[in-house]
């Protein structure tokens, strides 16, 4: 059996920043609420005059992965796609990539696992390679938020935490023993609609949506039973990572760096404490990003690679919990 291993790693995040203070501008919240609750103090929102998309930042991240990964794209065997915004309703993202590439006709496979959803790409691509069926994969996690919120008091709970962005990885067939040494996933349907976008879709067409003219309907923005999220999340994200320790031999202390997703920077102290790790073991950008989804890991992961906190035999562990609810961890040996 192979091993897989990240040959490279690139991020891209659109221009636009919005700071806690333009959000004070839009809704009923400030800056002291959001940085208290959730540490977030900017994030990037599409500019839409740019044409930014789903598929074309997975594609400008994806770019930057393949070229340090010394690949060019036509050496892509395959394209894993985790979002739960993509551009259409069908076709997923990852045919667009494909397209934008210019690679030749590989498989595309789109993942709907929102937070977790990059992970759960990872451990899709991690079998095909450690099955010999592909050499090189590109897995991507990319978000469109900013253009499906309710920028107003009543949906402020949710909008001011979520920002756009995306990262990939090139996943590579390695013969050292180093790179994925498990993934762990999980999921719990009962809450799926703690944390969901309802409608428009097969369950909640367009057509009721507009027969009903319902003003008060917010079933087509995103909703999220915050304090009941973030009680499960702090439990979960402990278990993925316990989990994924457990299934090494190592405790979680061992971990080098741990890379949780940016959920809330309350949640990820929370387990910090939880684990006993220190400042240095583990990674937060939430602070400049907010919560990015199914993009979160790989833009962390790329700037702690870029930023030098991911060294030649480190352990990394990844972790995530989100929409599902789903959850899900990757422990990494560089
Ligand atoms: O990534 C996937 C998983 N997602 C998560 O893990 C997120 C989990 N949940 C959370 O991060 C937190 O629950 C939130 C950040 C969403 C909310 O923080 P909270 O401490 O749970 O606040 P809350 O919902 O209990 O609301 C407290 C108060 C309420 O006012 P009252 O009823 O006490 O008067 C809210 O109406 O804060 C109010 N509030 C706001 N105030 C200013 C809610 N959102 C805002 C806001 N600005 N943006």
């Known amino acids: 059996m192979y091993t897989s291993r990240i040959a490279g790693i690139g991020h891209y995040v659109p221009d636009n920043v919005v700071t806690?203070?333009?959000?004070?501008?839009?809704?009923?919240?400030?800056?002291?609420?959001?940085?208290?609750?959730?540490?977030?103090k900017e994030r990037r929102w599409i500019d839409p005059s740019t044409g930014d998309l789903p598929s074309t930042m997975g594609t400008k991240a994806a770019q930057i992965a393949i070229e340090k990964a010394g690949l060019t794209p036509d050496d892509i065997d395959f394209i894993v796609f985790a979002t739960l915004s993509p551009d259409y309703y069908f076709p997923g993202p990852g045919v667009q990539v494909q397209d934008q590439l210019g690679i030749k006709e590989i498989g595309a496979l789109d993942v709907r696992n929102q937070c977790s959803g990059f992970v759960y790409g990872l451990s899709v691509a991690d079998q095909f390679i450690k099955t010999g069926m592909y050499r090189n994969i590109l897995v991507i996690g990319s978000e469109y938020h900013s253009g499906g919120l309710e920028k107003t008091t009543r949906g402020r709970n949710v909008t001011v935490i979520f920002g756009d962005g995306a990262g990939a990885v090139v996943l590579q067939r390695g013969?050292?023993?180093?790179?994925?040494?498990?993934?762990?996933?999980?999921s719990e349907g009962k809450h799926a609609e703690e944390l969901a976008l309802i409608g428009p879709a097969t369950s909640r067409w367009v057509d009721q949506i507009m027969s009903e003219n319902d003003e008060s309907d917010t079933s087509y923005f995103p909703y999220m039973?915050?304090?009941?999220?973030?009680?499960?999340?702090?439990?979960?994200f402990s278990e993925a990572i316990i989990e994924?320790?457990?299934?090494?031999?190592?405790?979680?202390?061992?971990?080098n760096l741990l890379i949780p997703h940016q959920a809330n920077l309350r949640i990820t102290q929370f387990i910090q404490r939880k684990m006993g790790l220190s400042d240095d073991q583990v990674y937060n950008n939430i602070q400049r990003y907010g919560n990015t989804t199914a993009a979160s890991i790989p833009i962390a992961l790329s700037?702690?690679?870029?930023?030098?906190?991911?060294?030649?035999?480190?352990?990394?562990?990844?972790?995530?919990?989100?929409?599902?609810?789903?959850?899900?961890?990757?422990?990494?040996?560089?």
């Open 20 to 40: 806690n203070a333009d959000l004070e501008k839009m809704m009923d919240t400030s800056d002291e609420w959001i940085v208290e609750r959730t540490g977030i």
């Open 175 to 186: 013969e050292d023993g180093k790179g994925i040494l498990s993934t762990h996933l999980h």
């Open 225 to 236: 039973n915050g304090n009941f999220v973030f009680k499960h999340a702090v439990t979960r």
């Open 244 to 255: 994924a320790a457990a299934a090494n031999n190592v405790q979680p202390a061992d971990i």
């Open 303 to 334: 700037e702690a690679h870029m930023e030098g906190r991911i060294k030649d035999g480190d352990l990394i562990c990844l972790a995530a919990f989100g929409s599902g609810f789903t959850w899900a961890s990757a422990l990494i040996k560089w």
